[in-house]
C-alpha cells in the first residue's frame, strides 16, 4: 500500500489523517497545498509540500492522494482539485471507517471517505470524491452521486438517488423514492418529500424562542 498524500489543511485534511492512521493501513506522510496557503512547514508532525511541486516531489507512482476539502462551492472545489490529480495519475484513498454497517452488495468509487456509525444497506452505490460524516444511514437500493457531501445524522431512505455535487445538511431526511437533481442543497433538519431541481436550496424550519424561561417548562 502506498503512502498518503493529503490535499488540504483545514479541518477535513486535519480529521482523516487521524482517522486513516488510527483506523486503516494508510500512512499519512505529508499535507499539500497551493503555495499561498502554506503558512508553516508542518502540520500534524508531517510536512506541508507545495501542490505545485507535488509531482516531483510525491509523484503518483510512489503516491496515494486523499483530497480532503469541504463542501465548499457545493463541492465543487474538490471535484476540480480531484479532477486535476486524476489527471496527474494519482491513485486515491477509499476509506469506510471500521464501524460502517455493510449489508450486502455495496459500491464504493474512490476518494470517497465514509466515518464512522454509517448504516449502508444492500444494493446501494456511492460515487467518487464523495463524504458521508458520521451516523448516517442510506437505504437499500440508492444511489450517491459523485462529488456529494453528506453530513452527519442524515437519513436517505430506499430506492433514492442524490444527484452529483449535493450537500446534505445535519439530520436532513428523504422519504423513499426520492431524486435529488445535480446541485440540490438539503439544509440541516430539512424533510424532502418530493423530487428537486437542479441547484434548488430547500431549508428546514428553525426552531423559535419560546417567549417562557425554560424553568416554567415541566419536563
Keep these: 500500500m502506498k503512502p498518503v498524500v493529503i490535499f488540504g489543511l483545514g479541518s477535513y485534511a486535519r480529521v482523516a489523517k487521524v482517522y486513516l492512521e488510527a483506523d486503516s493501513d494508510y500512512r499519512v506522510v505529508a499535507f499539500t497545498a497551493s503555495a499561498q496557503y502554506i503558512e508553516e512547514e508542518t502540520l500534524l508532525d508531517v510536512p506541508v509540500v507545495p501542490f505545485e511541486t507535488l509531482a516531483q516531489t510525491h509523484p503518483p507512482d510512489n503516491y496515494t492522494l486523499l483530497v ?66 458520521s451516523g448516517n444511514h442510506i437505504g437499500h437500493d440508492s444511489t450517491i452521486g459523485d462529488h456529494v457531501f453528506i453530513a452527519s445524522h442524515a437519513v436517505v431512505s430506499g430506492h433514492c438517488t442524490v444527484g452529483d455535487y449535493c450537500f446534505l445538511g445535519v439530520n436532513a431526511t428523504l422519504i423513499d423514492h426520492i431524486n435529488l437533481a445535480p446541485y440540490t442543497l438539503v439544509g440541516a433538519g430539512a424533510m424532502i418529500t418530493r423530487d428537486t431541481d437542479e441547484k434548488s436550496a430547500h431549508i428546514g424550519t428553525r426552531a423559535t424562542l419560546a417567549k417562557r424561561s425554560s424553568l416554567d417548562f415541566n419536563l
Excluded: H
Design 68 to 133: 480532503a476539502i469541504g463542501a465548499s462551492g457545493m463541492n465543487t472545489r474538490r471535484a476540480q482539485i480531484y479532477q486535476q490529480c486524476k489527471q496527474m495519475g494519482y491513485d486515491f484513498v477509499r476509506y469506510v471507517n471500521s464501524t460502517v454497517r455493510l449489508w450486502g452488495e455495496v459500491e464504493i468509487g474512490e476518494n470517497t471517505f465514509i466515518f464512522e456509525d454509517n448504516v449502508i444497506q444492500p444494493f446501494v452505490k456511492i460515487g467518487s470524491n464523495t463524504v458521508l460524516w
